[in-house]
């Protein structure tokens, strides 16, 4: 297994605003399930195609998405390594969550035991 590296903090802003719409959410998740051309994903939404492009740039400029060509077709597939990585981070703030929180219930703890 290969050490996955920490993301840099410019990934993690890509990272974050790539995520911050429904529609690139969506685009990240259909791809997640199976390779797709961007004019397949284009005819599923209620916007241009060149919106849908732009979507799915910044889903790549965030590394989430991998694109490629074929023939006249671009087609586009999720980027496992990133998400991955993206997860361990959020994983990371989870822990540091649960920890805050069971020193939290500690300190409650400790209070009502002198009353």
């Keep these: 297994m290969v050490a996955q590296a920490e993301l840099s903090e410019t990934e993690i802003d890509r990272v ?10 969506d685009i990240l998740r259909r791809t997640i399930a199976e390779e797709q ?7 599923d939404y209620d916007m241009s195609f060149a919106a849908v492009q732009k ?15 074929e023939g006249r077709e671009r087609l ?3 980027n496992p390594e990133m998400i991955a990585r993206a997860r361990a981070l959020l994983a990371r703030y989870e822990e540091l969550w649960r920890a805050r ?7 409650l703890a400790e209070s009502n035991e002198g009353v």
């Design 16 to 25: 974050f605003h790539a995520l911050a719409t429904a529609t690139r959410r």
């Design 55 to 69: 979507h799915v740039a910044v889903l790549e400029a965030a590394g989430l998405i991998i694109k490629r060509a």
């Design 76 to 78: 586009v597939r999720a």
């Design 37 to 43: 051309s961007v004019s397949t994903l284009a005819g």
């Design 101 to 107: 929180i069971s020193r939290l219930d500690d300190l």
